[in-house]
């Protein structure tokens, strides 16, 4: 994918692919975090696509997602975690456009997923905004989740590996789930705080352990008989 570089304000403006920055119109507001924030909630807001603010950089992703690769795993992580936090009724599992801000991090951005125990929101933790006429509803969760799953793009792997896996850990975020398949193997991090940084959970035979989920997980890929991927996300006690 290209990567055009426009500047607004005094912070970089990343667009993927070429050709969409003059379709993608971001207010002056936009700017900065609070004014992203404003703008992400807010009817003018695009209705397809992805953006982040993070890292002192706004990012918006236009591309489509893979129906192989990204669209592929994500299905897969959400039908174990979901089944799974529901038996034990742990807390709420959400998938795409629920937008996380973190003013220490400096951070908005929508996961591919996110998990909040009840514990987190009961605590305070955590704060929902009200939707405008709508108090019932909230387009944001202000504070620090308990886990967030990032699922690489050709697009994305500057954002998910660099500037994502600092601001989610700046935001205090528990645990990271950061899955790359664009490769011939596929590439499963469990990220938790380190003393600067997240470090990836040590694989033990193959198992990776959630201190989230306070379980082990395997993923791996076969082709089914149509010739696509087919992602197994395997879980275990331990």
Known sequence: MSTDFASSGSIPVTVYPMGYPAEVRVPASAY???????????????????????????????SPESFEEQGAVKSEICRVLTQFI???????YRIDRTLISNKLAGLSAEPDSLFL???????????????????????????????????????S??????????????????????????????DFKILVPGDAGYIAVT????????????????????RDEKGYWEYTLEMQEG
């Open 32 to 62: 900065n975090w609070e004014g992203f924030r404003a703008w992400a909630v807010s009817d003018d807001y695009p209705d397809r696509g992805k953006i982040t603010f993070a890292g002192g950089e706004l990012i918006i992703d236009m």
């Open 203 to 222: 694989p033990l035979e193959g198992w990776i352990a959630s201190p989230t989920f306070d379980r082990q997980f395997r993923l791996y890929r076969q």
């Open 86 to 92: 529901r038996e034990q009724r742990l807390g709420y």
């Open 157 to 186: 792997k500057r954002k998910d590996e660099r500037i994502l896996r600092d601001a989610y850990f700046k935001a205090s975020i528990p645990e990271y789930w950061l899955i790359d398949v664009l490769g011939d193997e596929i």
């Open 117 to 155: 125990f009840q514990r987190t929101i009961d605590s305070g933790r955590v704060a929902f905004t009200p939707e405008a006429g709508r108090p019932q509803s909230s387009k944001e969760i202000v504070g620090s989740v308990d886990w967030v799953l990032e699922i690489v793009s050709p697009s």
